[in-house]
């Protein structure tokens, strides 16, 4: 899909960007039909920033493009704000590594102020794809060919590599997460 910008990590980051070098944000092609003329298309605005801290950046604009051959709208997000998700991957990253070192759905929630539902959404990914992205993930970075199978794949990668890095990686070939 490549729907993520890997080089924006930060909020601060995205909103400057925005203002500074929007051109950053503009898809090579159509993701729906790969025409590569895409004309700018004003943006949305997501609120994104729920760390509570400072002043908030919301709403956070999100650029827009059209495409010239299909009329259909795309945009490219920053790699700090989850596609598909309320929450930030960091927030998704704690709930995940509670669930991966045993915690319950109720410990995880209790533990993160998140729903249950939530957390069950969150882990959901895991079990159904968890294995699919191990596998485009080995086949990129060689070093992970020795990791163990299953969870403790997850479990070794996601302190060391870090969800945002991961998904940002894993949205080149599908969609995430
Ligand atoms: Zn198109």
Not at 11 to 27: F, G, K, Q, S, T
Not at 136 to 165: C, I, N
Request: aromatic content about 10%; charged content about 20%.
């Amino acid at each position: 899909m490549n729907r993520i910008l890997v080089s924006i990590t930060s909020l601060d980051e995205h909103v400057n960007a925005v203002a500074m070098n929007p051109d950053l944000y503009r898809p090579q092609a159509c993701p729906h039909c790969e025409y590569s003329r895409l004309w700018n298309h004003g943006c949305y605005y997501r609120k994104a920033d729920r760390s509570g801290l400072g002043q908030s950046l919301n709403p956070v604009p999100v650029l827009r493009y059209l495409c010239a051959s299909c009329k259909k709208t795309c945009s490219r997000l920053p790699a700090c704000i989850a596609p598909r998700r309320w929450y930030d991957w960091a927030m998704q990253q704690i709930v995940l590594m509670l669930m991966l070192t045993g915690c319950c759905v109720q410990g995880c929630a209790d533990f993160s102020g998140r729903a249950r539902s939530t957390v069950r959404r969150w882990s959901g990914w895991l079990t159904e794809r968890g294995e699919l992205f191990a596998f485009h993930l080995r086949s990129r970075f060689a070093e992970l060919g020795r990791t163990p199978q299953g969870e403790a794949f997850w479990h070794h990668l996601l302190p060391d590599m870090g969800l945002m890095r991961v998904m940002s990686w894993l949205d080149r070939d599908l969609i995430v997460p």
